[in-house]
């Protein structure tokens, strides 16, 4: 089941406004979020447009949590945060997904929440490819 609306199920201009496409894992899409005030950000969406964990089968949910630990793996290899912290709202978009939020003790937001778009940090179409990568040989 797709949304029109939503970013995550038509990917393509609603997805680019936030985020880039990184890959499919195994029920989820990985998405390299664009603000990247914290170095490495991303989100895993679950497949189908549901809004809660309990919409899914447990096997599904084991599934999913599989692809979020797979993601938060990859993070850690690739830019060695101390932390990784992890959000899943979905209070206006109604898709399940987790926010993975890299933290570095000597930068933005250590100790504290992390601001959902603090619209701090952009990069050039270079930088997320290669962010993009580094993330892509790490899973």
Known sequence: M?????GYCMRGELLDAFGIYICDLSVST?????????????????????????????EERNAFFADVARASKAIHAAFHPDKVNYGAYGDTGCHLHVHLVPKYRDQYE???VFEMNPGRTY?????YAAMIEKIRSCL
């Open 2 to 6: 797709k949304d029109q609306n939503c």
């Open 30 to 58: 990985l998405i390299l979020f664009k603000e990247q005030s914290h170095p490495g950000r991303c989100i895993v969406a679950y497949r189908d447009h549901v809004s809660e964990l309990v919409d899914i089968s447990g």
């Open 123 to 127: 990069l050039s179409e270079a930088e």
């Open 110 to 112: 250590w100790g504290g």
